[in-house]
């Protein structure tokens, strides 16, 4: 066990996505060989790669702060005034098809507030870090969203995933597209998440996401000075909601654009 401060917590955080995130790239780059398996739903895929980082954040979770529970996308958990949220791998469908466009993302609630962000490229060794008050990081250095301001120089991503209902999704898709921005999806909520943070998108937009994808993209965005829309809304953690995350000036023309 180590100690409870929030910058404890912080570091590992950044710790474990890092840890988390070498083990993965270990299957991603086969020394460690899995076998990719489909969901209930088409284009929905598992494998045990994910149910193995999910394994090492538990047990690292476990170990360091007794105290708290962890609420993860492969075996779940519970939410309590201190949870840890791990998606073990954010674009799995990437993943298992060797695309290099997935993440690790690591939460930290404490009494329903978002309080830590570690979003994790593998690929690319990036880590983006965010604490409540503190700022967002890239790898140490400060990040902040960008600067547009306008829908028709903007870069937007649009999550799809098929439990969404595909003509809603394809009226926010055209009205995304006639405002103007350039749209696009690049399969990984967290990790398109992080990126606005970075400013390298300018916006993002789905119609559901889960607490394990959203939440540290959400304070990575937060942090960095952007805008998101209240998550998960009125519904409980665990149901999830609408994300809408992006510079201060395109906030209102997307929730126009989108409805939400």
Known sequence: MIGHGPGARAAFAASLAREAGALALR???????????SKAQAQDWVSIADRSVE?????RVAAAFPGDTMFGEEAGGAISERTWLVDPIDGTLNFVHGVRYWC???GFIDDGVRRIAAVYDPPHD???LATAGGGATLNGQPMRV???????RALVMHGYVNRHDLDASLQVRRALIESGAEVKDCGAGALMLAHVAAGRFDAY?????N???ASAGLLLVEEAGGRILPYPGERTLTAGGAVLASTP???APLRNATGW
């Open 146 to 152: 960008s600067a547009c301001a306008s829908m028709a």
């Open 126 to 128: 990036e880590l983006f």
């Open 104 to 106: 690790v993302s690591v």
């Open 55 to 59: 394994a090492l954040c538990r047990e």
């Open 211 to 213: 607490p394990w994808d």
């Open 205 to 209: 937009v789905e119609p559901h996401m």
């Open 249 to 251: 000036a395109l906030f």
């Open 27 to 37: 299957y991603f780059q086969r020394e460690l060989d899995y076998v990719a398996e």
